[in-house]
């Protein structure tokens, strides 16, 4: 009696039980290879991120006039991270920066909080209950601060990092850390002629409202950044994440603290 | 082996997939602005091609027919990701700089073609050499693409300037249109032409003819 595996193969290929059969193993075997490659190169993969965004604050604080000068005279090599509590606005010190993982907790029901339909300009749904920041302090003034945010852009979550100036209304610098937007259109985003037009711009006006916006064509006031042609959908969801971020269910009892109360 | 090598030399450029079959099109626009990219995605559908045409042609007689593509395209996709993963783990910029486009080497029809044509009905030598043939095929039209709209529309090739550009001082005013998608479709139809004009044999019959009576009417002006 021949065995019961040579059977199966020796059967007609149009048999059912051998059509399931291979249609079984070969899903089998490609799941396998796929976890296996996923799950190995994970870490690495995760390294070369993690590099990255290094690598683009790195860069980012050296497009800022002066910055490596006074961090030099601070005496610190980067910046500093905290974690703040979005809704109280206070620095959480219990939460330890180097664990935080900011893009995971959004995802993570016991560590994030549902926007208001209303209230959602981002279109992220949920937003993690705290946020790390970065800053440059010097005898207990502020310098810089980062903070990082992210939205809804045409066809991706775009995230970027947003350095504001002590005024906590001048953008010092914006870079793009993560987008995945239509590549030679909504992607050019990353490129620096794009960045390059956010210092200097106000993110408020004079009444304190959130102003800034990223427009169709040319900017015509420190209020405006032009826009990408063909990218009109990416230019709104970073207008939109910075007023979501800015605004009261962002960064804002934050920021009105800290402009009350300073550091 | 000999009698094998037409496998690998003729999708060279006699039956070049790119030009002759006009296949896997869409990722030839996207990723020829530089050559790097060009380099990296050849070399990443060549490896797929061979792989998916090896493991296609080894269970060749065992692939039912009613789900003979679902089986092809699974194998092709997994290996597709994993191939993406690699290059995420070990060559991240580029990967970064070919977004979505390794990914969609799953819905290439150049890789589904030679699966469907060649691996399922040869043994496996055959099959890989023809998976590597098509392979350099395709990597050859890119890297011609890439080449060309690098060196006009940057001044560079492989990142390295070539012709220093006005606006570091040299001569050299870079073609904005090279970058732009539109040029590798010109690029590529000159191509086809060219080869068209050599190789007589690729020219195919006219799928219709206008009726006498229009053409002197004059109907186009």
Redesign the interface.
């Known amino acids: 009696m021949p065995n019961p595996v040579s059977a199966l193969?020796a059967r007609p290929?149009?048999?059912t039980t051998?059509?399931v059969t291979?249609?079984a193993l070969?899903?089998f075997v490609?799941a396998i290879?796929?976890s296996t490659?996923?799950v190995l190169?994970g870490p690495?993969?995760q390294a070369?991120?993690d590099a990255?965004q290094a690598a683009r604050m790195e860069s980012m604080l050296d497009t800022l006039p002066g910055m490596r000068q006074v961090m030099e005279e601070a005496g610190v090599t980067a910046l500093e991270t905290r974690i703040v509590d979005l809704q109280t606005g206070q620095f959480a010190p219990d939460i330890d920066p180097a664990t935080y993982d900011f893009v995971a907790a959004a995802t993570d029901p016991e560590l994030s909080v549902a926007i208001p339909t209303d209230d959602d300009l981002a279109s992220i749904r949920r937003r993690p209950l705290y946020a790390p920041v970065h800053l440059l302090e010097r005898d207990g003034d502020l310098l810089l601060i980062v903070l990082p945010v992210y939205g809804s852009g045409y066809a991706s979550t775009i995230r970027a990092m947003l350095a504001l100036e002590p005024d906590l209304s001048t953008v010092a610098a914006l870079t793009i850390t993560e987008q995945?937007e239509t590549?030679?259109l909504g992607?050019r985003i990353t490129e620096p002629d794009w960045q390059s037009l956010w210092p200097g711009k106000e993110l408020l006006n004079e009444e304190g409202d959130i102003v800034i916006e990223v427009v169709r064509g040319q900017a015509q006031s420190v209020h405006e950044v032009d826009g990408l042609s063909g990218a009109t959908r990416t230019g709104d969801g970073v207008t939109f994440a910075l007023h979501f971020w800015m605004g009261p269910n962002g960064f804002g009892p934050f920021l009105d603290r800290l402009a009350e109360e300073g550091l | 082996m000999a009698r094998w090598a037409h496998h690998l030399t003729t999708p060279l450029v006699k039956e070049n997939p790119v030009t002759l079959q006009i296949l896997g099109i869409c990722s030839a626009l996207?990723v020829t602005?530089s050559l790097t990219t060009a380099a990296m995605m050849s070399v990443a559908l060549t490896a797929v091609l061979c792989m998916s045409s090896a493991i296609i042609s080894l269970i060749r007689?065992?692939?039912?027919?009613?789900?003979r593509l679902?089986?092809q395209i699974?194998?092709i996709?997994?290996l597709v990701?994993?191939i993406d993963?690699?290059m995420?783990?070990?060559a991240?910029?580029i990967s970064q700089q070919l977004?979505?486009f390794v990914g969609l080497i799953v819905t290439n029809c150049l890789v589904l073609g030679r699966a469907e044509a060649f691996a399922m009905r040869n043994p496996v030598g055959p099959s890989v050499l023809d998976g590597l043939g098509n392979g350099l095929g395709y990597s050859l039209i890119l890297m011609l693409v890439g080449g060309i709209r690098e060196l006009l529309g940057a001044g560079t090739l492989f990142g390295q300037t070539v012709f220093v550009t006005v606006a570091d001082g040299g001569w050299f005013e870079p073609l904005g249109l090279m970058q732009?998608?539109p040029a590798a479709f010109f690029i590529i139809g000159l191509l086809i032409w060219v080869i068209r004009t050599r190789w007589t044999a690729q020219i195919e019959a006219p799928k219709f003819k206008l009726h006498p009576s229009l053409k002197s009417a004059g109907g186009r002006s």
């Open positions: 193969f290929n149009d048999d051998k059509t291979i249609a070969v899903a490609c290879l796929v490659a996923s190169l690495i993969q070369q991120i990255e995945a590549p030679g992607a | 996207a602005t007689h065992h692939i039912p027919t009613s789900i679902i089986i699974t194998i996709a997994s990701i994993v993963e690699l995420q783990a070990f991240f910029e977004s979505v732009l998608a």
